[in-house]
């Protein structure tokens, strides 16, 4: 083997960027199923839509030291914390709570306790397992 030599090519800038847009890729697209999961098999029984509309990417995914990062989930909806997690909710500037009944009469509340009807976590549990798929195939893609 004297005076035989073999090269080889390194790509390791191009596969580290081809790596971190699939990382992005994939985490915008479990986001994304996420949303989905959680707007159709959210366990409420929808009378507005204000809340199942309000789910959404909050922030898309973009590179950051640590990897890739991006948000999802309900902004600027005051009951979709208490309808995830569940609680007691009492009056801050009244004696009691004002409770609209299906009659159209007003029954009068100290506290109202919910409980918790998850839809967030749910969907988080069922869609991030496909994570490391997601970015299987795109970065798999030409």
């Known amino acids: 083997m004297a005076g035989k030599t073999k090269s080889l090519k390194w790509y390791g800038k191009a596969v580290t960027q081809k790596m971190e847009k699939a990382q992005v890729e994939g985490v915008n697209r479990t986001m994304q199923a996420c949303v989905v999961r959680a707007k159709s098999k959210h366990p409420w029984q929808n009378r507005t839509g204000l809340l199942e509309g309000a789910i959404d990417v909050a922030n898309f995914a973009e590179p950051h030291a640590s990897g ?16 995830e997690e569940g609680g007691t909710i009492k009056p801050v500037r009244a004696k009691a ?16 306790t919910i409980p918790p009807y998850p839809y967030l976590r749910p ?6 397992p496909g994570l490391a798929e997601r970015i299987r195939k795109a970065f798999e893609r030409p």
């Open 97 to 112: 709570l004002a409770i609209p009944q299906a009659d159209g009469s007003v029954r009068f509340a100290s506290s109202v």
């Open 123 to 128: 969907a988080a549990d069922e869609e991030y």
């Open 68 to 83: 890739v990062k991006g948000t999802w989930g309900v902004r600027d909806m005051a009951q979709a914390r208490i309808l």
